[in-house]
Structures are given as structure tokens and as C-alpha cells.
């Protein structure tokens, strides 16, 4: 039942199978249970159809907020974000600095500086400029 909407069923065909899911799932599953299926059932969609449609067909049957597999892609997505934010900060800062005292940055640099990631070794090139 989890993997039915990924098999080769026309898009007409998937509301019809999301309402029988939804009625075997009330019949026989835990609430909490239940939400975690649709979690799950919405994130494998996104193998095979667009989130839009995926949204669509799942409107109304899906608690996602409530899923701990919802709450744990989040905090693992809200950290991504950390990271790479400041990264971010950090090379700006290294480019401002680097621009001030040196002038423009070649593209060789500019390439280079974009290739780092870890904002440990950002904020040590940052530490040397000054």
C-alpha cells in the first residue's frame, strides 16, 4: 500500500488510490502511525511526481508536522542551512576584507574561495586577512 503511488498509474488514477489508502489507514492503523505512513508515502512521491502534485493529492490526509520523520528532515534541513549561511557570511566577509586590501579578487580566487565549505576554514582565511 505505501508504494502504490509510486507504481505506473496515470496521474487520473492517483486520487483514487490516496482516498482508498486514506480509508485503509483510518480503518486499520494508530493515528500516530498513520501520520507517519503519509510522511512517508509523501516523501516517496517525490521520487516519481513534483511536490505540487504530491501536495495536492495529500492535502487533508497528512499530518506531517506531527511526524517525528517530518521533525527530524527539518532539523537536519534548518542545520544544512546554518552551515551553509554562514559559510556564506564568512566568504563575503573574506572578499570585502580581501577587496579592501587588495583589490579585486582574480576568478581563480573567487573559484577557489567558493570550493570551501567549512566555515571553520573560512573563518580561519578571514583570521589571517586581518
Do not use: N
Not at 500500500?1 to 486520487?15: F, G, K
Not at 488510490?17 to 501520520?35: K, Q, T, Y
Not at 505512513?37 to 506531517?64: C, E
Not at 520523520?69 to 542551512?81: H, P
Amino acid at each position: 500500500m505505501l508504494v502504490a503511488p509510486l507504481t505506473d498509474l496515470t496521474e487520473s488514477s492517483l486520487p483514487y488510490v490516496i482516498r482508498r489508502m486514506d480509508e485503509r489507514l483510518r480503518d486499520e492503523a494508530l493515528s500516530g502511525d498513520a501520520e507517519e505512513i503519509w510522511t512517508s508515502v509523501f516523501l516517496l512521491m517525490g521520487m516519481r511526481h513534483s511536490v505540487d502534485l504530491a501536495l495536492s493529492l495529500l492535502k487533508g490526509v497528512i499530518g506531517m508536522e506531527e511526524s517525528t520523520t517530518y521533525q527530524f528532515i527539518l532539523k537536519e534541513g534548518e542545520a544544512r542551512g546554518a552551515t551553509l549561511g554562514d559559510a556564506r557570511g564568512i566568504r563575503s566577509t573574506i572578499l570585502r576584507i580581501g577587496a579592501k586590501r587588495f583589490g579585486a579578487p582574480p576568478t581563480e580566487l573567487l573559484a577557489a574561495l567558493e570550493a570551501i565549505d567549512s566555515a571553520a576554514a573560512l573563518q580561519a582565511l578571514a583570521d589571517r586577512l586581518l
